[in-house]
C-alpha cells in the first residue's frame, strides 16, 4: 500500500515554471486515424522530445499547433509527469538536473458547429443594405483524418437572391511543408439581376485541388437565364438554359504585410479557363492583377499601383453569354456603370484593363480609436464589347480597348479606415474622362 503510494506521488504534475526534459512522449489520437495523428506528431510533437522546456512555453506553442493541425483541432491540452526517480537516475539524471518527465499530450477536438440567424450586410445589389437570414452547419474532422463538410444556405431579405452549398475538404499530404486540399463543392445559386434585368439561376458541382500558390478546378454548372419583360434583346437572345464545364487554374502570390491596408510588398494573381469540355458554353478567359506597394522617404504614407487585365474570348461559332460577360467596376462610377448599354441596361463586355497609382498617408487621427488614413489617386481603364467568334471580331474589339480616346479616367481622394481583412472607403472622384453610356458616382462609401 505504501509503495502505491509512493508511485502515485512520483506522477504530480510539474509546475508551469519549473524546467524539465521531456524524455517520454504520449499523444492520445482521440477520434482521428492514427496515420494521421502519427504524421502530426512527428512534425510538431517529435522536436520536443529530448528538449529542456518548462509548461509554460508549451502553451505558447500549442495555438500554433492547432492552427497547423488541419482543422482537426481548437487547442491542447497537455500534463507533465515526473518519471519514477530510479529510472530518472539509470538514464544519467543528477541532483539539480531539469526533471525528466513524461509529456502526455490531448488534442481538443473541433465538434460540429452551425448557427441560425439574421446578418444585417450591405447587398451588392441596387437595393443596398438589407437583412440576410442564414442556416449553417458543420463538422471537422469527420474521417479522422482533418476533412470537414458544411452546409449553408442563405436568403437574401430584400431581393429574390438565395443561396445554398455543401462543401467536402480534405487534406492531401499532411507531412508536406506547402499545404495541399481537395474541395468538393454542391450549390444552388438564384440571383435577381436586377440592373442587367435577368433572373439566373446555377446549380452545380466543383471539383478542386489547391497547393501552394495553384488551384486546379472543374465547374460544370447548368445556368438558367430568364429575362424580365424589359430586357432589351442583347440580353433576351441568351435567355434560357445553358451548361458550361469549364476547367480553370488559378496561381496566386502575395506577400504585401496587411492584406487590407499595405505599406510594403506586392500581389499577383493570374487566372486562366478553357470551358468546353462538354457542355455547350465554348470559351477562353483569362485575368490578371498585380499590386504594386512601397514606402515613402520619411514615413509619410504609401505609395501602390495596380493594374489589371482581362479578357473573354469565344470559340467553335460560339458567343459570349450575357451571363459570362465581363462587368467593370471603377470607383467614381456606379455598380456596372462602365461599358456598353442598351436601353439603359448594362450589357457587359468582352476585353477590360484598369489601372491605378494610389497615395495613402498615414493615421491621421491616432486618438480615434480606430486608424483613419488619407487618400488620393488616379485611375483609367476601359471595357470593349465582346468579340463573335472571328479574327477579325477579336482584331476590332481589341484595337477598341487600347485605343485612347475610349479610356475612362478618373481622380479624387478620401478617407481610409482599415479593419482586419477589409477597409472601409468614403470617397470623392472627379471623373475627368468617360463615355456617353456611362454612369458616374461622385461620393461612394464602400467596403472593400
Known amino acids: 500500500m ?123 445589389d441596387s437595393k443596398g443594405m438589407g437583412p440576410i437570414s442564414f442556416l449553417s452547419y458543420g463538422r471537422t474532422n469527420v474521417f479522422g483524418a482533418g476533412e470537414a463538410i458544411s452546409a449553408k444556405v442563405e436568403m437574401y ?50 471539383l478542386s485541388y489547391s497547393k501552394g500558390h495553384h488551384t486546379f478546378q472543374w465547374l460544370g454548372s447548368i445556368r438558367n437565364v430568364i429575362p424580365r ?8 437572345q441568351f435567355s434560357g438554359e445553358s451548361f458550361k464545364s469549364a476547367i480553370k487554374h488559378v496561381y496566386r502570390l502575395d506577400n504585401r504585410d496587411d492584406p487590407s491596408l499595405p505599406t510594403v510588398g506586392w500581389a499577383n494573381s493570374i487566372s486562366s479557363e478553357i470551358a468546353g469540355a462538354g457542355g455547350d458554353v465554348h470559351h477562353v478567359k483569362q485575368e490578371a492583377m498585380v499590386q504594386y506597394n512601397f514606402p515613402l522617404h520619411n514615413g509619410l504614407g504609401t505609395f501602390n499601383l495596380f493594374g489589371q487585365f482581362g479578357y473573354i474570348l469565344p470559340y467553335n461559332g460560339d458567343r459570349v453569354r450575357t451571363c459570362d460577360r465581363i462587368h467593370m467596376q471603377m470607383v467614381g462610377f456606379e455598380r456596372f456603370g462602365v461599358g456598353p448599354r442598351s436601353y439603359g441596361k448594362p450589357l457587359g463586355g468582352g476585353l477590360h484593363y484598369c489601372l491605378a497609382a494610389h497615395l495613402t498617408s498615414n493615421n491621421l487621427i491616432k486618438d480615434f480609436g480606430l486608424p483613419v488614413h488619407g487618400q488620393i489617386y488616379i485611375k483609367a481603364g476601359n471595357l470593349a464589347n465582346a468579340p463573335e467568334s472571328s479574327i477579325g471580331s477579336v482584331k476590332e474589339c481589341l484595337t477598341n480597348l487600347v485605343d485612347p480616346t475610349n479610356a475612362r479616367v478618373v481622380v479624387g481622394g478620401g478617407l481610409v479606415v482599415p479593419f482586419q481583412n477589409i477597409r472601409l472607403e468614403l470617397n470623392h472622384t472627379i471623373a475627368v474622362k468617360v463615355a456617353p453610356t456611362d454612369l458616374t458616382k461622385s461620393f461612394v462609401l464602400s467596403f472593400l
Open 2 to 124: 505504501e509503495e502505491g503510494n509512493k508511485n502515485e506521488e512520483s506522477r504530480v504534475l510539474v509546475k508551469g515554471s519549473e524546467l524539465y526534459e521531456v524524455v517520454q512522449l504520449e499523444v492520445d489520437k482521440g477520434r482521428s486515424k492514427y496515420h494521421f495523428v502519427d504524421t502530426l506528431s512527428r512534425i510538431w510533437f517529435g522536436p520536443i522530445l529530448g528538449q529542456t522546456i518548462n509548461s509554460n512555453s508549451l502553451d505558447e506553442y500549442w495555438p500554433e499547433v492547432a492552427s497547423n493541425s488541419h482543422g482537426a483541432w481548437k487547442g491542447i491540452r497537455h500534463e507533465i509527469i515526473k518519471i519514477d526517480p530510479k529510472v530518472a537516475v539509470a538514464q544519467g539524471w543528477n541532483p539539480g538536473d531539469p526533471l525528466k518527465v513524461l509529456l502526455r499530450i490531448k488534442p481538443i477536438e473541433k465538434k460540429m458547429n452551425g448557427g441560425i440567424g439574421i446578418n444585417q450586410v450591405v447587398q451588392v
Open 157 to 206: 431579405m430584400k431581393s429574390l437572391k438565395r443561396q445554398f452549398q455543401v462543401e467536402f475538404r480534405k487534406p492531401l499530404d499532411i507531412s508536406s511543408p506547402i499545404p495541399s486540399h481537395f474541395i468538393a463543392t454542391l450549390f444552388h445559386n438564384s440571383n435577381e439581376q436586377e440592373l442587367q434585368a435577368f433572373h439566373q439561376n446555377d446549380s452545380g458541382l466543383s
Open 229 to 236: 419583360s424589359d430586357a432589351p434583346f442583347e440580353i433576351r
